[in-house]
């Protein structure tokens, strides 16, 4: 079974920066596609980031050019640095990966990690 576990969320003002991490924890498996989405108070859920194995990215118009996601395979661990930070980042930010075990794979999602940017 795998854990998709996250850090780093918090409180930050306008203009700041933070960074999150998904770590995969378990055994007997590898991550294929990664990504960071986030969800509002009564929005529906975003992608934030996406990042492939082999390291390919891709943004929403939203995030691009202030976050930057990343990854270090043999960690199983995913990071998204956020700079620039607005008010309107402010969201739960869930870590999402397609995980391959044995022969299936499966999409797994991480419990959330609040992030709030005052103005």
């Known amino acids: 079974q795998v854990q998709l576990v996250e850090s780093g969320g918090g409180v930050v003002q306008a203009g700041g920066s933070l960074r999150l991490s998904c770590a995969a924890e378990g055994s007997g498996f590898s991550c294929n596609n990664m990504a960071w989405y986030r969800q509002a108070p009564g929005k529906q859920r975003e992608l934030v980031a996406i990042?492939?194995?082999?390291?390919?990215?891709n943004y929403p118009d939203s995030v691009k050019g202030r976050f930057t996601i990343s990854r270090d395979n043999a960690k199983n661990t995913m990071y998204l640095l956020m700079n620039s930070l607005k008010p309107e980042d402010t969201a739960v930010y869930y870590c999402?990966?397609?995980?391959?075990?044995?022969?299936?794979?499966?999409?797994?999602w991480g419990q959330g990690t609040q992030v709030t940017v005052s103005s």
């Open positions: 999402n990966a397609d995980v391959s075990m044995a022969a299936t794979l499966r999409n797994y």
């Open positions: 990042i492939t194995r082999s390291g390919g990215t």
